[in-house]
């Protein structure tokens, strides 16, 4: 059973940064495209930042220029650095992935739980 486990989330002052971490696990045979998407309360879920297995990456225009992401293909993971954030960051951050179980599956998309992050002073 895929999971994927989201952590780094909390409270943090405006200006300040935090790093979330996702990582996948479950019986994985290979992962392509790894995200990050936002719901805050009232609006629809966005991108934030996805990067592909070849490190091909795409932001959300309104974190472009403040939030990274990376990923350890080895150990499945993704991590989004966010620096200078605001209180219009607040909300709850899922991380997303593309995934095979077996060499002959297709990808399916994954969702974890969800982390909230929190800008207020």
């Known amino acids: 059973q895929v999971q994927l486990v989201e952590s780094g989330g909390g409270l943090v002052q405006p200006g300040g940064s935090l790093r979330l971490s996702c990582t996948a696990s479950?019986?994985?045979?290979?992962?392509?495209?790894m995200g990050w998407y936002r719901q805050a309360p009232g609006k629809q879920r966005e991108l934030v930042a996805r990067?592909?297995?070849?490190?091909?990456?795409e932001y959300g225009d309104s974190v472009l220029g403040r939030f990274t992401i990376s990923r350890d293909n080895a150990k499945n993971t993704t991590y989004v650095q966010m620096n200078s954030l605001k209180p219009e960051d607040t909300a709850v951050y899922y991380c997303?992935?593309?995934?095979?179980?077996?060499?002959?599956?297709?990808?399916?998309?994954?969702w974890g739980q969800g982390t909230q992050v929190t800008v207020s002073s």
């Open positions: 997303n992935a593309d995934i095979k179980t077996a060499r002959w599956a297709s990808f399916n998309n994954y």
């Open positions: 479950g019986g994985i045979f290979a992962t392509h495209a």
């Open positions: 990067i592909t297995s070849f490190g091909v990456t």
